[in-house]
C-alpha cells in the first residue's frame, strides 16, 4: 500500500508523501478540526486493522492516519488502536499518525502479535494521539516465544497522552524469550503519562530470558510523568 502520489508519475520511486499527503481518516463526515478531538461521534473506531495472517511481505507507506476513535464498549479492537488495530508483523513506513484515540490501550498503534518474524516501524511520526495507556504506541503484551523481532527506527513522538496510566508515546510489556525489541535513532518530545514513562514505558511481566531490548540514538526532551517516576523513560525489567 503506497501513498504519495500525485498522479504525474511513472514508478514508485516518484512518490513524495510529503508534498503529496494521502489521507487516511475515520472522519466519516468530514468535520473534525485539526487541532483537537472534538466532532468524533461519526468517527470509526479503527482507520485500519490489519490481521494475524499479515507478515512483513505488506508494506504500508507514505499516509497519514488520524481520526480514529476506538471508544467503544465491546471488545478488544473497539478500544484499542484507533489508528491502527495490529495483530500481525506489516512493515509501516513514512507515515504520520495524528490525533488518533481509544479509550484503553495504544492511540496511533496498538501491537499484539505472536507470530515469528520481523516487525519494523520507520521513518514515522506520531504526533498528538491519545490512549488510557501508550498514548502513540501500546505492546500488549508482545510474546517472544517465536524469535520474533520488533524495530522502530528513525522516527519522532511529539505530544502523545497516557490520560490514565503509563508511556504517554510508548508502552511496550513484554513477555516469553528469545527476540528483540530495538529503538533506534527515535525523538521524543513533549509526551506525556499520567504515572511512569512520559516518553517511554517497558515493564516485563514475567521474567525474561534472551530477550534483548536495545535503545541507541534517541532523544527525550519535555517528556512529562504526571504522579510518579520517569518523565523521559521508565523500565522495570527482571
Request: proline share 2%; net charge negative.
Amino acid at each position: 500500500l503506497l501513498g504519495g502520489f500525485n498522479g504525474t508519475e511513472t514508478s514508485a520511486d516518484q512518490r513524495n508523501p510529503e508534498a503529496n499527503e494521502t489521507i487516511l481518516s475515520g472522519d466519516l463526515n468530514g468535520d473534525d478540526p485539526d487541532s483537537t478531538f472534538a466532532y468524533r461521534s461519526d468517527n470509526v473506531m479503527n482507520v485500519m486493522r490489519i490481521n494475524a495472517n499479515i507478515t512483513n511481505e505488506t508494506l504500508i507507506d507514505g499516509f497519514t492516519i488520524k481520526g480514529g476513535q476506538a471508544d467503544g464498549t465491546g471488545v478488544t479492537s473497539q478500544q484499542w488502536g484507533g489508528g491502527i488495530f495490529c495483530a500481525g508483523i506489516p512493515v509501516i513506513r513514512q507515515c504520520v499518525f495524528k490525533y488518533n484515540h481509544a479509550n484503553l490501550n495504544g492511540g496511533a498503534i496498538n501491537l499484539h502479535a505472536s507470530v515469528a518474524g520481523e516487525m519494523v516501524i520507520e521513518y514515522c511520526r506520531f504526533e498528538n494521539n491519545r490512549a488510557d495507556a501508550g498514548g502513540g504506541i501500546h505492546m500488549n503484551p508482545m510474546q517472544f516465544t517465536n524469535g520474533q523481532s520488533i524495530q522502530i527506527k528513525n522516527c519522532i513522538f511529539s505530544e502523545n497522552a497516557a490520560r490514565k496510566d503509563n508511556g504517554g508515546a510508548i508502552k511496550f510489556l513484554p513477555r516469553g524469550n528469545n527476540g528483540s525489541f530495538t529503538l533506534t535513532d527515535c525523538e521524543f518530545e513533549g509526551n506525556n503519562a499520567k504515572y511512569n514513562g512520559g516518553g517511554l514505558f517497558i515493564y516485563n511481566i514475567q521474567s525474561l530470558n534472551g530477550l534483548d531490548i536495545i535503545m541507541d540514538g534517541c532523544h527525550f526532551s519535555q517528556n512529562s510523568a504526571e504522579v510518579y517516576n520517569g518523565g523521559g523513560f521508565w523500565a522495570g525489567l527482571n
